[in-house]
């Protein structure tokens, strides 16, 4: 997909990049063990993602908090110091970057072990939890393991859609659901949690081939995952679905579809936790309704992800619910079907 990729690489060409920022910081709730635990998430800047670098994935403006230029061990060491100050007894530690943890171009694996085995050692922590492309999980993740221990490690891994066609040709993700399964066998083989990320509605997709695709997604990655968490659409600057967006040629997910996906995807096993973080929820470059009842929904879509508690799956009443399903039902014909 020669095309997509010069698309992608011309959106971010217009994009100026800043000087080293400090780490970014927040305490959030997730999930350990299947109960609401207090989470601390950390986002550190590196040089990036160097797919994103390459291209980049169709929807992601990640891109924008990294530092193509380099920046060294001691600066990143640094930010990680600085971030931990934060530390409020959080069991979990989630460390990102805008791209791979595992990536040795961004962090070496000699100091991947010293942020990890400085996390490992505040007083409450039980889960690290860190992200990366499938490409850079290899056998090395168990001393890394190993290094953290008895704290649980936990690698995630944004596949977006078990679908080759559309991870080619609507989000240009660089890997196929073969890589995945790869990455996600040494995972699993070194006993290590599993999460894995779906899109909901890339580029292309009608509504209705979005809430199709996550839920095959998902079918296709049960196995393997101890969490599934879908991840719907936020609009992000200087991206192709931004270009999209702006000549009204793509709207985010509806909140509904949403509720369906978790509904269908709840049935399937009770042994992966399933979530959804919404990003930007309610409002125009996020997943949205009609407005009146965006609140209700997402609390309802936070409340079941942080509880797996099926009764925050019910349906709000509102209006806009039809508009919704004459969507379903009308946007294939008025569009063309993509797939
Ligand atoms: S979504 Fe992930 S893999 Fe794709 S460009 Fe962004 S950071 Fe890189
Ligand atoms: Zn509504």
């Not at 060409?13 to 601390?40: C, F, I, M």
């Not at 860190?130 to 168990?142: C, G, L, M, Q, W």
């Not at 936070?302 to 009764?311: D, G, I, M, R, T």
Request: with cysteine; aromatic share 10%; hydrophobic share 35%.
């Amino acid at each position: 997909m020669k095309g997509l990729q010069e698309f992608s690489r011309s959106m971010h060409k217009r994009y100026r990049y800043h000087k080293l920022r400090q780490s970014r910081v927040w305490q959030e709730y997730d999930t350990l063990n299947g109960k609401k635990t207090p989470a601390l998430t950390i986002i550190i800047q590196t040089t990036g993602c160097r797919w994103a670098h390459h291209s980049g994935c169709t929807m992601c403006g990640y891109f924008r908090d990294s530092l193509p230029g380099g920046i060294d061990e001691t600066q990143i060491i640094s930010q990680m110091d600085k971030a931990l100050e934060k530390y409020a007894g959080e069991s979990i530690i989630k460390i990102f970057t805008s791209g791979s943890f595992l990536d040795s171009k961004e962090i070496s694996f000699h100091t991947q072990k010293k942020i990890l085995k400085e996390v490992a050692k505040k007083p409450h922590v039980k889960k690290i939890s860190i992200e990366s492309r499938p490409e850079y999980v290899t056998d090395k993740i168990e001393e890394l393991a190993q290094t953290i221990k008895p704290v649980a490690f936990e690698v995630s891994i944004g596949l977006e859609s078990a679908n080759d066609h559309i991870l080619e040709k609507s989000i240009n993700k660089g890997f196929l659901f073969n890589d995945w399964l790869k990455a996600a066998k040494c995972i699993r083989e070194h006993n290590l949690d599993l999460k894995t990320y779906l899109l909901i509605k890339p580029a292309f997709l009608t509504e209705r081939e979005a809430i199709e695709d996550c839920i095959q997604s998902a079918g296709k990655i049960l196995d393997f995952s101890t969490t599934i968490s879908f991840n719907p659409v936020n609009i992000h600057s200087y991206t192709m679905l931004e270009w999209l967006w702006n000549r009204g040629e793509y709207r985010p997910p509806w909140l509904w579809s949403i509720m369906s996906i978790l509904k269908e995807v709840n049935h399937l096993d009770d042994k992966t936790h399933i979530q959804c973080d919404i990003i930007a929820g309610g409002q125009k470059r996020g997943a949205h309704n009609c407005g009146k009842c965006d609140k209700k929904i997402l609390d309802n879509i936070n409340n079941f992800s942080l509880s797996q508690n099926e009764k925050f799956l019910v349906d709000v009443e509102c209006e806009c619910k039809k508009k919704w399903e004459g969507i379903l039902e009308l946007e294939g014909f008025t569009k063309g079907f993509y797939f």
